[in-house]
């Protein structure tokens, strides 16, 4: 257990972008992403606001030259490892390499097209839809695509599972176990998702309006990223510069409800707590926090809540950006470490859109506009999920 | 560095949990399919919990329990679990439903209990386990990548208990489907046996005179060819300080497909000349997490000091010291976990 792990490289697409760059023009142009359901029929179209990626099936295959019946999740996870890995500037293959992946739905938005027709007839369905249905094939191909066969993982700890994720990757550079780690998450919108949500009454027909005391619900969104984990030996060897490093991270358990967070945010305070013991930094050492702020009334306030018990009325700049990008689930901590790492990178913070009225019971007034020109040097980055799964992750300048 | 077993729970095909001496009467499967025997469950839950759990919930709970009872813990630092497919039936039924009531009126409960993380979170949640809790998916890795966690954690802070596992079923819908891909053995053909099965163990990094086994290394061979794999196991072998001959007991993955079974044992066979060698698939069957049965039959190999004959019919002709577990999956995932007496 020894050594810094660095952040060399980012990818990411969501609502918001492509890439990158596209992201923080989106975040300085405060534009979000929500918008209506364009990429299947659904019962909810026109309904239910999403938070699409402006990529077709068809456009991503035929950028990243994937045969048709790939599935979305791996995609997407394909465009994002790539955009990082290239960023990065590490000659990925030199190393002991991993992979370790994030994903809730796998290849879910194939296998609801496979059902239709096997439900008809179970001698009926493409097998090629069904065959991506665990959630590991979308790591092993984001993995055969990258050339990579030192060490593969996927993680799936519902909302939460991205953060693990990049802990994992780190925890196996300390140990010196790998040396460089492709580390983060991919989700694509599926029916069984959006259903899924629906039936819990916590989607909003309207844009999202997370903190905002008149809230009610999220809106989903898909999306991937990932970054790239060196230790200082690649750092050092491969002659690159790394903006930001992992400072600490923490998962706990709320052990309240499947679904629903305990109203003191236990799992929540107890996930920062345990980050910040991890990295030494007290509460006021953070310069920003991305809040887990999926819009609903019960993740807010149990957030809003731990961010109160651990920080008084002195808390630091912070916002949820899932107004942006909508609530992309199994990917949402690997798309918000990336927005964590270019907050330190850019020395900014992003706006928490649509923001108006604080909760009453927390009274937590969000960061609104963006904001540059600043001295980030830590921020912290929450992300819970059903299950009481819960975890937060510290970024750092180096 | 080694961790401990202090406890273990096993719901398999077989007859593994209770009293009864070791795989003494294996149960055969049912054409290709094997199903776990399941005890009773009201010993570990109410029957109001019950009623809301699906099939592998309840398996998960119940060998979670069985596994905490007999290492004598009540609440452990954390729970890890590895699962390839998660929980299929309420997966099943939420697709079903959707697809048939056209995206209307739909139960939230199955979509709820259709996420992977549901068996380690419900475990937590009837514990009120507020520990590190994390969920592995990652095909036939998902319970290596789920123990080598709990080898880093046990590492860093030994004086912790974990509860570790595997849970995998098969749904008559999984089923139907993986026939399709000509996986199975059939009237037509040789293959695989359908498996599946829940296992959790009590992991520690501190020894008590009590311990009998401990998991010395594990390693993982992604997408590996026969020059790639045969390194990786003389690496293995080497961190381990190890030799090929101080293998007691070699347990190796074939599961009845000839081309897939023909290269396993040949690797074998050229890294292991001399040692004895035993099987398990035949009795647990080919599923992504079936390295815990393994897991859970080396250390009771190794407490027992007999190996059954239906595992190896050879006579073990020395002590127990240290079972190796080869495992393949398909060709593709490729593993290996070391357990030695303490």
Request: with cysteine; charged share 20%; hydrophobic share 40%.
């Amino acid at each position: 257990m020894k050594g810094t792990v660095h952040v060399a490289g980012t990818g990411i697409i969501s609502a918001i972008g492509n890439s990158v760059s596209e992201t923080l023009a989106a975040f300085q142009a405060q534009r979000s992403g929500i918008g209506h359901i364009t990429l299947f029929d659904s019962v909810h179209k026109n309904v239910l606001p999403v938070g699409e990626v402006k990529l077709s099936n068809a456009d991503l295959c035929d950028t990243l030259w994937m045969p048709a019946h790939t599935s979305r999740t791996a995609l997407l996870g394909i465009y994002a490892a790539r955009e990082a890995v290239k960023a990065s500037k590490v000659d990925i293959k030199r190393w002991r390499t991993g992979v370790i992946s994030a994903t809730t739905v796998g290849g879910m938005d194939r296998t609801e097209n496979f059902f239709i027709d096997y439900l008809a007839d179970n001698t009926k369905g493409k097998l090629r839809n069904v065959m991506h249905h665990e959630c590991g094939m979308s790591t092993e191909q984001i993995a055969d695509d990258l050339g990579v066969n030192g060490f593969i993982s996927t993680i799936n700890t519902a909302c939460s599972s991205s953060v693990n994720a990049i802990a994992l990757g780190s925890r196996l550079i300390k140990h010196n176990q790998l040396d460089v780690v492709i580390a983060g998450g991919t989700d694509a919108l599926s029916k069984f998702t959006l259903n899924g949500f629906n039936s819990l009454m916590i989607l909003d027909q309207q844009p999202c309006r997370p903190f905002d005391a008149s809230r009610s619900g999220l809106n989903l969104g898909e999306g991937a990223a990932f970054v790239v984990l060196v230790s200082d030996r690649v750092l050092e060897a491969e002659k690159i510069k790394a903006s930001a490093y992992v400072n600490g991270y923490a998962n706990t358990n709320d052990a309240y409800h499947q679904t629903a967070s305990s109203p003191e945010g236990r799992g929540s305070f107890g996930a920062m707590q345990k980050a910040l013991a991890m990295s030494g930094l007290s509460p006021q050492d953070i310069d920003y926090i991305n809040l887990h702020g999926t819009g609903t009334l019960n993740n807010d306030l149990s957030e809003g809540t731990a961010i109160a018990r651990l920080y008084g009325d002195r808390y630091p700049k912070l916002s949820s950006t899932k107004a942006f990008t909508g609530h992309t689930l199994g990917a949402s901590g690997g798309i918000e470490a990336v927005f964590s790492v270019m907050a330190i990178r850019e020395q900014c913070v992003f706006p928490n859109l649509r923001f108006e009225t604080p909760i009453p019971e927390v009274g937590i007034v969000p960061q609104k506009s963006f904001e540059s020109g600043l001295d980030i040097k830590h921020v912290m980055s929450n992300s819970f999920g059903f299950g009481g799964n819960c975890s937060s992750i510290i970024f750092s300048k180096n | 560095m080694a961790i401990y077993i202090k406890g273990k729970g096993n719901i398999s095909p077989q007859q593994t949990w209770g009293d009864s001496p070791l795989l003494e009467t294996p149960v055969p499967a049912k054409g290709n399919r094997f199903t776990c025997v399941e005890p009773d469950y009201t010993q570990y839950m109410d029957v109001r919990q019950l009623r809301r759990m699906s099939r592998i919930l309840k398996m998960g709970v119940a060998s979670g329990s069985m596994a905490l009872k007999d290492a004598g813990i009540t609440v452990p630092d954390g729970i890890i679990t590895g699962t390839s497919y998660g929980c299929l039936e309420d997966t099943g039924i939420f697709l079903s439903k959707m697809i048939s009531n056209v995206e209307h009126a739909l139960n939230p409960t199955p979509f709820i209990q259709s996420t992977h993380n549901t068996i380690g979170s419900q475990i937590a949640l009837l514990l009120q386990c507020q520990g590190y809790n994390q969920t592995y998916t990652q095909r036939a890795f998902s319970f290596e990548n789920a123990l080598l966690d709990a080898l880093m954690e046990l590492q860093e802070t030994p004086a912790q208990h974990f509860l570790v596992g595997a849970a995998d079923e098969i749904t008559d819908t999984s089923h139907t489907i993986q026939q399709r891909f000509g996986i199975f053995k059939d009237e037509h053909r040789a293959g695989a046996i359908n498996g599946e099965g829940v296992a959790y163990f009590v992991l520690s990094g501190e020894k008590s005179s009590k311990d009998k086994v401990s998991i010395h290394s594990l390693a993982t061979f992604y997408n590996a060819d026969e020059i790639a794999l045969t390194k990786g196991v003389h690496q293995f072998l080497s961190d381990a300080k190890m030799k090929a001959e101080d293998i007691d007991l070699l347990l190796i993955g074939t599961q009845g497909e000839a081309s897939e079974d023909a290269s396993l044992q040949s690797t074998a066979a050229s890294l292991f000349p001399s040692g004895a060698k035993g099987y398990f698939k035949h009795l647990s069957g080919e599923y992504p997490t079936a390295a815990a049965f393994a897991v859970w039959l080396a250390a009771r190999v190794i407490e027992t000091q007999t190996v059954p004959e239906s595992v190896s019919r050879g006579k073990a002709s020395r002590p127990l010291q240290r079972v190796l577990i080869f495992n393949s999956y398909f060709g593709k995932y490729h593993s290996l976990i070391l357990l030695e007496a303490c």
